[in-house]
Each structure stands twice: as structure tokens, then as C-alpha cells.
């Protein structure tokens, strides 16, 4: 919530940018999803082709 708030803030909107719980250190659903984040269902997120979703930060990249 508080992150949506702060996108809308800075002029983004929340709707059009993934939102993905990652672990550097781990590389938790950074190229792959994770079993470490059983609770994190995926992300979506619309663009002007559409609404497009994934599971880790490289899906996000490359939407």
C-alpha cells in the first residue's frame, strides 16, 4: 500500500508497474519463482497491449 502510494506520488501509475518481492542475497524470484515466497502469487500489470503477468523480476523486465 504504502509503495502504491508513493508511485502515485511520483507521477506513476500503479497499475502499470510490477510490484515483485525479490531476495538478492538469495535470488529469491529473480530468475525463477522461489518456494521461499510461497504467499506471493505473481504480479500483473497493464500496458498499452494489454494486461501481462509473471512471477519474478525478469518477467518484469522484460513486459
Known sequence: KETSN????VGYNP????????????GDNMLE???NMPWFKGWTKETKAGVVKGKTLLDAIDA
Open 6 to 9: 508513493f508511485i502515485k506520488k
Open 15 to 26: 497499475k502499470s508497474v510490477a510490484f515483485v518481492p525479490i531476495s538478492g542475497w538469495h
Open 33 to 35: 519463482e522461489s518456494p
